[in-house]
């Protein structure tokens, strides 16, 4: 006669043995504690667990447990009320597990003793459909969408690369954005600025630019800052932000940025286009080398022409601009290799991508052991340096 | 001769070459090399005093030569030298 459900449970208890949670609550923290499987469904676990408890759902656990568990680490099987815990330890017995309990009554009991609860947060039905290509990535999943969702960046400038990081960094669901921008859209800015659109030529950026971002993702928060990034305004804002984008167009901004992003600790995500050219870098407050690491002073104008004067492939944009936006995701997210100590170059023309090691000088003026970190008048140095001033001479 | 790479703000001066071939056993030299070629990027590399400004990296293969030793780093034919100007641009 085929054993009915109860006769597999009885004998599942054979081979299994049953841990109270009387027993098993004192060894949760502890660092040789048994690793507690919970193999409840997704609905069951987002409702609360035991801390420290890593999910595998049931129907998961022959195909997941290799990457978890040697076969003779102490595993604890829990569930609901202790009957799948005991025909899913079964399972693993047969596996080879030589060290399998249940937990006697399941998170039920466990909860209803007093013993502690983790309730996570978790993403809403409609988040996880919508950022559900990014739930599928192991570096990202639901523990990243949610730390994207809670993230907040500053992206300085709504133009070549502000559009699509900011359009990007929006659809990946990061939270909040600030917008930072006094200009309004130009027809002339069409042919790269892409988070703009004709109609809203005359509309400041940064409010056409929430507009796209409205149109696209409701959920995100946009803050337009409807005016130029300053020595007055820059620390405040950036103290509001857990990362800053760099997509300035002129020396004083940049060099004003990554001071002021050292004094507040904040990530500087950084890239600059012209022509046919463009380099990224990121730059992470004490933890490699800054902007000034890697020019220490800005060329003089005519060295340094804006696109506006020497013109700039507007799919050049896209490129650096997406590359900063997946920096900064890399940052927030904490994954990966980022460009920090490295600047890319890329090459449009020869569609070369360089590499050139950025490393920490010992005498940078910013975030070297002597600086001394004050907001100067960075128009003013801009303008001065490059003036044929003998070495040597403070700027 | 070693490659050396000109930036896209030195092209004009540089005769609209995106690599020069300069000979040269160091740094120094083959930059002096370059402005012999190219006398109109002489102006905006060094100062009058013959000095690089301070605004000019270079860097030979991926290493900063200021980290090196500057313009005494020597450098051989398989050795390619970039001219690195900051950029500016970004939102205009």
């Not at chain 1, 597990?97 to 399941?106: E, H, Q, Y």
């Not at chain 2, 070459?17 to 120094?28: D, F, K, L, P």
């Not at chain 2, 009058?48 to 030793?69: M, S």
């Amino acid at each position: 006669m085929s054993p009915s459900y109860q006769d597999l449970l009885a004998d599942s208890r054979e081979v299994v043995p049953e841990v109270q949670d009387t027993d098993l609550a004192p060894r949760i923290e502890a660092d040789d504690g048994p690793l507690i499987i919970d193999v409840r469904e997704t609905s069951e676990w987002d409702q609360g667990h035991i801390p420290g408890s890593v999910h595998v759902p049931r129907g998961f656990l022959e195909s997941r447990i290799g990457g978890l568990a040697t076969h003779d680490r102490e595993i604890v099987v829990s569930c609901a009320a202790g009957q799948r815990s005991l025909l899913a330890g079964r399972t693993l017995a047969e596996m080879g597990f030589s060290n399998v309990t249940s937990l006697a009554g399941g998170f039920a009991r466990w909860k209803q003793n007093g013993n502690p609860v983790v309730v996570p947060r978790v993403l809403s039905d409609k988040q996880r459909a919508r950022y559900s290509r990014h739930v599928l990535i192991p570096e990202v999943g639901e523990e990243g969408q949610i730390k994207l969702l809670d993230s907040k960046v500053l992206l300085i400038g709504a133009g070549g690369l502000g559009s699509p990081a900011a359009y990007y960094l929006a659809a990946a669901g990061v939270g909040t954005l600030g917008l930072v921008d006094d200009d309004v859209v130009d027809e002339s800015n069409l042919q790269r600025q892409i988070i703009h659109t004709t109609d809203r030529v005359g509309v400041n950026k940064g409010e056409s630019a929430k507009e796209a971002i409205r149109a696209l993702n409701p959920e995100v928060q946009v803050n337009v800052h409807p005016y130029r990034v300053n020595r007055d305004n820059v620390l405040d804002l950036l103290g509001e932000y857990d990362l800053v984008v760099d997509g300035a167009d002129n020396f004083p901004t940049r060099y004003l940025l990554a001071d002021a992003s050292l004094m507040t600790r904040t990530p500087l995500v950084h890239a600059s286009i012209l022509r046919f050219e463009g380099h990224a870098s990121v730059f992470l407050p004490d933890d490699g080398p800054c902007y000034r690491c890697l020019f220490p002073e800005p060329p003089p104008p005519d060295l340094a022409p804006s696109c506006g004067e020497a013109g700039v492939l507007g799919v050049l944009c896209g490129v650096m601009g997406n590359i900063q936006a997946t920096e900064a995701i890399k940052v927030l997210l904490g994954i990966g290799d980022t460009l920090s100590g490295r600047l890319l170059i890329y090459d449009a023309l020869e569609m070369t991508f360089t590499e050139l090691k950025v490393r920490r000088d010992p005498d940078c003026p910013s975030c070297g052991p002597n600086a001394t970190l004050e907001l100067r008048d960075y128009e003013a140095w801009c303008a001065g340096v490059g003036r044929h001033e003998p070495a040597g001479t403070a700027v | 001769m070693s490659v050396v790479r000109i930036p896209p703000v030195l092209r004009v001066a540089a005769g609209g070459e995106r690599e020069v071939q300069v000979s040269g056993a160091t740094v120094g030299e083959v930059l002096d090399g370059l402005c012999d070629m190219h006398p109109a990027i002489k102006a905006q590399l060094k100062t009058p005093e013959g000095d690089l400004h301070r605004f000019v990296n270079v860097y030979v293969n991926d290493e900063d030569a200021r980290l090196l030793d500057w313009t005494d780093t020597l450098v051989s034919d398989t050795d390619t030298l970039m001219i690195l100007p900051a950029m500016a641009g970004g939102a205009g």
